[in-house]
């Protein structure tokens, strides 16, 4: 930046008017570090195509304003020369400021997109780094899926006519490993697999719960064949029965999952029964992850807002799907 304006036309303009020099200077600067602040790239990718032409449109205006500004006329011997000189004068000092304006901005914008390509490619690698680590433990630790399923199957058999809630329990538990051995491994399940999923999950702790633990269950789909990443409110699901739930004390969790026009909104809130300092320790591994997560996944087309207040503890995740490609 110093380069462009001390290298070129800066010094000549300084003879003719300090003030002229410094305002454009100023300004110049001023526009790159507009839009730098307001990382146009993140407006384009976004395809926020009104508020892109907005500022840019400002800036274009602010610019042609700056070059009618009023110069000192040049001295001839023949008026006629002089205002003819004068006018020759302004049309190119009009011209310089529109090419450093013009450079400015494509320098800013093409840095910003640099940016913005190089946290890509690191979030994805940090992503793909985590699946990796993800796989490998569950490979591991995890029992031959054919033994483990027809085991519960010989379990199953065992199990029929003795109790109706044992049957069901254990069916909700066959199809929730089955989730995570199988479904789980595909980088996208529709969303009904994935309510399907939460809703064993929490069947099955209520049963351990009896019913001190009132779950509040609002879902609200209009495409259960959207795609999602498999278990992505797992964490915070979790979460709620981990640092909600009692086995002595009533208490309620609220689980909402709104999705409307490719738009979704995952929520919980719930009161915090289990100690507030062992909370707070144990809370941020989790949600870290989860983050990082959805930062390699959906970068800026999802908003996770978490808070606690007043020992309640609330999540809200909204994620723009319709952007997905």
């Known amino acids: 930046m110093p380069l462009l304006v001390f290298l070129g036309p800066a010094h000549y303009w300084w003879t003719i008017s300090p003030l002229f020099t410094c305002l454009t200077v100023s300004y110049l600067y001023g526009c790159y570090f507009v839009t730098k602040a307001l990382y146009l790239p993140k407006l384009i990718l976004s395809k926020a195509y009104y508020k892109l032409t907005l500022i840019i449109g400002s800036l274009i205006i602010l610019t042609y304003f700056l070059t009618l500004y009023p110069l000192p006329e040049m001295d001839f011997v023949i008026p006629s020369m002089s205002e003819y000189q004068t006018r020759m004068r302004n049309y190119n000092m009009a011209i310089s400021v529109w090419f450093m304006f013009s450079v400015i901005l494509c320098y800013s914008i093409t840095v910003a997109f640099i940016k913005e390509l190089y946290n890509r490619l690191l979030m994805q690698s940090i992503v793909e780094n985590q699946r990796d680590k993800a796989e490998l433990a569950l490979y591991k630790a995890q029992i031959n899926p054919h033994f483990l399923f027809n085991t519960l199957n010989s379990l199953y058999?065992?199990?029929?006519?003795?109790?109706?809630?044992?049957?069901?329990?254990?069916?909700?538990?066959?199809?929730?490993?089955?989730?995570?051995?199988?479904?789980?491994?595909?980088?996208?399940?529709?969303?009904?697999?994935e309510i399907d999923y939460i809703n064993?999950?929490?069947?099955?702790?209520?049963?351990?719960?009896?019913?001190?633990?009132?779950?509040?269950?609002?879902?609200?789909?209009?495409?259960?064949?959207?795609?999602?990443?498999?278990?992505?409110?797992?964490?915070?699901?979790?979460?709620?029965?981990?640092?909600?739930?009692?086995?002595s004390q009533d208490c309620d969790i609220l689980i909402r999952l709104h999705l409307n026009n490719g738009v979704l909104v995952f929520e919980t809130e719930n009161k915090i029964v289990k100690h507030s300092d062992e909370f707070r320790k144990d809370m941020p591994v989790g949600i870290n992850n989860c983050r990082s997560r959805l930062s390699g996944l959906f970068f800026d087309r999802y908003d996770l807002q978490i808070k606690e207040e007043g020992g309640v503890f609330r999540v809200y995740l909204k994620i723009n799907l319709a952007d997905h490609e």
Request: with cysteine; charged share 20%; proline share 2%.
């Open 200 to 247: 064993n999950y929490i069947d099955l702790q209520l049963i351990r719960l009896d019913s001190h633990t009132n779950v509040i269950r609002d879902c609200v789909v209009d495409d259960v064949t959207a795609n999602i990443p498999p278990m992505i409110f797992l964490t915070f699901v979790e979460n709620s029965f981990k640092y909600g739930a009692s086995t």
């Open 157 to 193: 058999s065992l199990v029929i006519g003795t109790s109706q809630k044992a049957e069901d329990a254990f069916i909700k538990f066959t199809e929730l490993l089955k989730y995570t051995y199988v479904t789980a491994q595909n980088d996208w399940v529709t969303i009904g697999e």
